[in-house]
């Protein structure tokens, strides 16, 4: 059911409830009793819900009570919409409140104090996996604390027969090479599925995300590319929320557990 106190701002709430808890407001409720308190709108809509309130039984300590709980409710539900930000790669759009993708890639990396896991589809290589990998290389170097883990696709390549073992032993070289230049590597996963020669049992890694510390969660169509961070139409939510950065890590880490992800050898 809803009641015109949930159309009350926040410090509104906490007013009405001030006004009843030092005596300022008591009942009977009157609209003229409210000026000051709530808005000019609202008063006679107030009075009367306060006035029924009233008489259903309900005291002034009764309804203050209520009042700080829809009030703390408020400032929660407040803050939870502020933990959550759209992320977006393309053409700007007027008036949105998106921010760019490498820009909060970048943040996030800068900020990692414990840990950072990747997961991604496709990467670049060369000077753009410079340019996308750069930050957390440094990171890296200078934080020897920092506990990196990737999750990525290792793709086998079109009508390619070579057992899996040399593809995953170009793979690392690749990796170690072309892709990331620093002198601490991270730990890098894979999913066996996605080198299956044909048939059902062929899949492949295509989850996009980056998890911070278990702090922040950004979830992306956004694969490690210089096209995904920059050009390409790509969007995306960063959460502010450990409950949730927790699920995504233990999600990763269960598969890994039971072997469904695999650590490349050679990395």
């Known amino acids: 059911m809803m009641s015109i106190l949930h159309e009350l701002s926040r410090p509104a709430l906490i007013g009405l409830a001030a006004a009843l808890e030092t005596g300022r407001l008591v009942a009977p409720y009157y609209a003229a009793s409210l000026t000051g308190i709530v808005p000019a709108a609202m008063r006679n809509g107030i009075a009367t819900e306060l006035q029924s309130l009233h008489q259903m039984g309900m005291t002034a300590i009764h309804i203050v009570y209520m009042l700080r709980l829809l009030a703390q409710e408020r400032k929660l539900s407040q803050s939870n919409r502020d933990g959550v930000e759209l992320v977006w790669t393309g053409e700007e759009v007027v008036g949105s409140s998106s921010r760019d993708t490498s820009v909060v890639v970048r943040e996030l990396f800068n900020a990692a104090q414990s840990s950072i896991l990747i997961?991604?589809?496709?990467?670049?290589?060369?000077?753009?996996?410079?340019?996308?990998?750069?930050?957390?290389?440094?990171?890296?170097?200078?934080?020897?604390?920092?506990?990196?883990?990737?999750?990525?696709?290792?793709?086998?390549?079109?009508?390619?027969?070579?057992?899996?073992?040399?593809?995953?032993?170009?793979?690392?070289?690749?990796?170690?090479?072309?892709?990331?230049?620093?002198?601490?590597?991270?730990?890098?996963?894979?999913?066996?599925?996605?080198?299956?020669?044909?048939?059902?049992?062929?899949?492949?890694?295509?989850?996009?995300?980056?998890?911070?510390?278990?702090?922040?969660?950004?979830?992306?169509?956004?694969?490690?590319?210089?096209?995904?961070?920059?050009?390409?139409?790509?969007?995306?939510?960063?959460?502010?929320?450990?409950?949730?950065?927790?699920?995504?890590?233990?999600q990763f880490e269960t598969l890994v557990t039971r072997n469904i992800l695999i650590k490349v050898p050679g990395i």
């Not at 750069?134 to 890296?140: F, I, S």
């Not at 604390?145 to 899996?164: A, G, I, T, Y």
């Not at 990796?175 to 048939?199: K, N, T």
């Not at 992306?220 to 995904?228: D, G, L, P, Q, V």
């Open 119 to 250: 997961s991604s589809f496709a990467v670049d290589k060369g000077e753009k996996a410079r340019g996308l990998f750069g930050t957390l290389v440094e990171r890296m170097d200078i934080n020897p604390n920092l506990n990196v883990r990737m999750f990525l696709n290792v793709k086998r390549p079109h009508n390619s027969r070579q057992p899996d073992s040399t593809i995953l032993r170009e793979f690392a070289t690749t990796f170690r090479q072309e892709i990331w230049f620093g002198e601490r590597l991270p730990f890098v996963f894979y999913d066996p599925r996605s080198l299956a020669i044909g048939g059902i049992a062929k899949a492949c890694l295509h989850a996009k995300c980056v998890v911070v510390d278990e702090e922040r969660l950004l979830v992306t169509s956004a694969n490690f590319t210089e096209a995904a961070h920059k050009r390409n139409i790509e969007a995306g939510v960063l959460i502010t929320d450990s409950i949730a950065a927790k699920a995504m890590v233990s």
